[in-house]
């Protein structure tokens, strides 16, 4: 666990420039071209370095093409990954470069607070910096619970109480799809953190079973919502464009979307934001944290241009421009917010000293990502006990070996 902790940043006073370099930036963020590509032409002109996006079609394609670059001994100069076991192990390989110096000035100066590097830190060594720090949170349509009188809830009641509400209304709550094959993990790690989070964080490391009661209850809860028809279809795939058209009123996703929903049409004055209450007998407020990464590979660290671009992303520059092209937030306060829901998730985890949980998929094992989300998809496809037992014995089946194979 961590405290979720981030700081201020440094303004850049340079004259601007023309780019003198090129520093490539390969990624498997695709829908995030374009808005990339506006950091890397505002490089351009306050750094002297222009970053060039390279996308992959998918996150597999990516992966299979960063691993064999490793293998190949042509590991490009900075790309993107992702946190928690997978990131561990891209470090192993020992192709990747620390940046213990880029955070002493990250820090030193102000911008980012020393909690921030924690995400991106093994064996206490910093060797990533964030392309995203995005806390997942519920967005909401502020029109619906107005004309309903929802507030935003404050506990679990209050949630279920919204939730029949907007069901009465003829509306479906929540939005959740299985679109692009990852997603079926989101509502599952949002309800064993909000009813358990010990076993939560037991499952990361195999202490705790798949098919354990901790886990049953929260497919229990699951299944009970899915039976009063609280979720939108979860076939579907277009869910931003579902969120837009009223498909579902509240959308449990990375604060990340709020740019992608914008832009689809959704009016930005009435996008509201929340963080998820936890369920009755579970006291601390906490919410779930995707730490993206951009990181340096070794050949990469030596060369001017590629740490040059690096420092602008999280300078004062970068941040602002990432920001307002994509609404993302890196953890640079001293930036602007890049919208109003960023400001607000902020402001309320600075109230209520939220504590940060590493979203389960970067917690989980690499090998067992894929093949656990895709029973968690299965599940979301016929939400009822019995597939859930399936899905639990299959999940923990998959566990055992794993964990066994790694003694």
Same mark, same amino acid.
């Given at each position: 666990?961590?405290?979720?902790?981030?700081?201020?940043?440094?303004? /850049?006073?340079?004259?601007?420039?023309?780019?003198?370099?090129?520093?490539?930036?390969?990624?498997?963020?695709?829908?995030?071209?374009?808005?990339?590509?506006?950091?890397?032409?505002?490089?351009?002109?306050?750094?002297?370095?222009?970053?060039?996006?390279?996308?992959?079609?998918?996150?597999?394609?990516?992966?299979?093409?960063?691993?064999?670059?490793?293998?190949?001994?042509?590991?490009?100069?900075?790309?993107? #990954?992702?946190?928690?076991?997978?990131?561990?192990?891209?470090?192993?390989?020992?192709?990747?470069?620390?940046?213990? %110096?880029?955070?002493?000035?990250?820090?030193?100066?102000?911008?980012?607070?020393?909690?921030?590097?924690?995400?991106?830190?093994?064996?206490?060594?910093?060797?990533?910096?964030?392309?995203?720090?995005?806390?997942?949170?519920?967005?909401?349509?502020?029109?619906?619970?107005?004309?309903?009188?929802?507030?935003?809830?404050?506990?679990?009641?209050?949630?279920?109480?919204?939730? &029949?509400?907007?069901?009465?209304?003829?509306?479906t709550p929540f939005l959740a799809t299985t679109q692009e094959g990852w997603r079926g993990f989101i509502w599952f790690q949002e309800l064993?953190?909000?009813?358990?989070?010990?076993?939560?964080?037991?499952?990361?490391?195999?202490?705790?079973?798949?098919?354990?009661?901790?886990?049953?209850?929260?497919?229990?809860?699951?299944?009970?919502?899915?039976?009063?028809?609280?979720?939108?279809?979860?076939?579907?795939?277009?869910?931003?464009?579902?969120?837009?058209?009223?498909? $579902?009123?509240?959308?449990?996703?990375?604060?990340?979307?709020?740019?992608?929903?914008?832009?689809?049409?959704?009016?930005?004055?009435?996008?509201?934001?929340?963080?998820?209450?936890?369920?009755?007998?579970?006291?601390?407020?906490?919410?779930?944290?995707?730490?993206?990464?951009?990181?340096?590979?070794?050949?990469?660290?030596? %060369?001017?241009?590629?740490?040059?671009?690096?420092?602008?992303?999280?300078?004062? %520059?970068?941040?602002?421009? #990432?920001?307002?092209?994509?609404?993302?937030?890196?953890?640079?306060?001293?930036?602007?917010?890049?919208?109003?829901?960023?400001?607000?998730?902020?402001? %309320?985890?600075?109230?209520?000293?939220?504590?940060?949980?590493?979203?389960?998929?970067?917690?989980?094992?690499?090998?067992?990502? $894929?093949?656990?989300?895709?029973?968690?998809?299965?599940?979301? /496809?016929?939400?009822?006990? &019995?597939?859930?037992?399936?899905?639990?014995?299959?999940?923990?089946?998959?566990?055992?070996?794993?964990?066994?194979?790694?003694?």
């Amino acid at each position: 666990m961590r405290l979720l902790t981030l700081g201020a940043a440094l303004v /850049l006073t340079a004259a601007p420039v023309h780019a003198q370099s090129e520093v490539e930036l390969f990624h498997d963020k695709g829908f995030w071209s374009t808005q990339l590509q506006a950091v890397g032409d505002a490089c351009a002109q306050s750094a002297g370095v222009k970053i060039v996006e390279r996308p992959y079609a998918n996150a597999e394609q990516y992966k299979a093409f960063i691993q064999a670059s490793i293998a190949g001994g042509e590991t490009p100069g900075m790309f993107t #990954w992702w946190t928690g076991s997978t990131f561990e192990e891209l470090v192993s390989t020992g192709q990747v470069a620390p940046l213990t %110096d880029v955070w002493a000035e990250m820090t030193g100066d102000g911008r980012f607070q020393p909690g921030a590097a924690e995400l991106f830190t093994v064996d206490g060594v910093p060797y990533g910096v964030p392309m995203v720090m995005a806390r997942w949170v519920a967005l909401y349509d502020k029109r619906v619970f107005e004309e309903l009188g929802i507030a935003e809830p404050a506990s679990w009641d209050e949630l279920m109480a919204a939730a &029949e509400k907007i069901k009465a209304s003829g509306r479906t709550p929540f939005l959740a799809t299985t679109q692009e094959g990852w997603r079926g993990f989101i509502w599952f790690q949002e309800l064993m953190l909000r009813t358990n989070p010990e076993a939560y964080l037991g499952l990361h490391d195999g202490s705790v079973a798949y098919d354990s009661d901790a886990v049953r209850a929260a497919f229990q809860m699951w299944a009970d919502m899915a039976a009063k028809g609280w979720f939108s279809d979860p076939r579907s795939v277009e869910e931003v464009n579902d969120f837009v058209r009223g498909d $579902g009123v509240i959308y449990l996703i990375g604060e990340w979307a709020t740019g992608l929903v914008t832009t689809a049409g959704f009016p930005e004055e009435h996008l509201g934001v929340f963080i998820m209450p936890n369920a009755a007998g579970v006291a601390e407020p906490s919410v779930i944290v995707e730490g993206g990464p951009i990181v340096i590979s070794t050949a990469g660290a030596g %060369d001017e241009a590629t740490m040059k671009a690096l420092r602008c992303w999280v300078s004062n %520059d970068g941040a602002n421009a #990432w920001g307002a092209a994509s609404g993302n937030y890196i953890g640079n306060d001293a930036a602007d917010a890049p919208n109003a829901i960023v400001a607000e998730v902020n402001a %309320d985890i600075g109230a209520a000293g939220h504590r940060a949980y590493l979203r389960w998929w970067e917690a989980v094992p690499p090998a067992l990502q $894929g093949e656990m989300v895709a029973e968690l998809n299965r599940f979301l /496809l016929d939400p009822k006990m &019995e597939t859930a037992e399936s899905v639990m014995s299959t999940m923990q089946a998959l566990n055992e070996e794993h964990w066994a194979s790694v003694k």
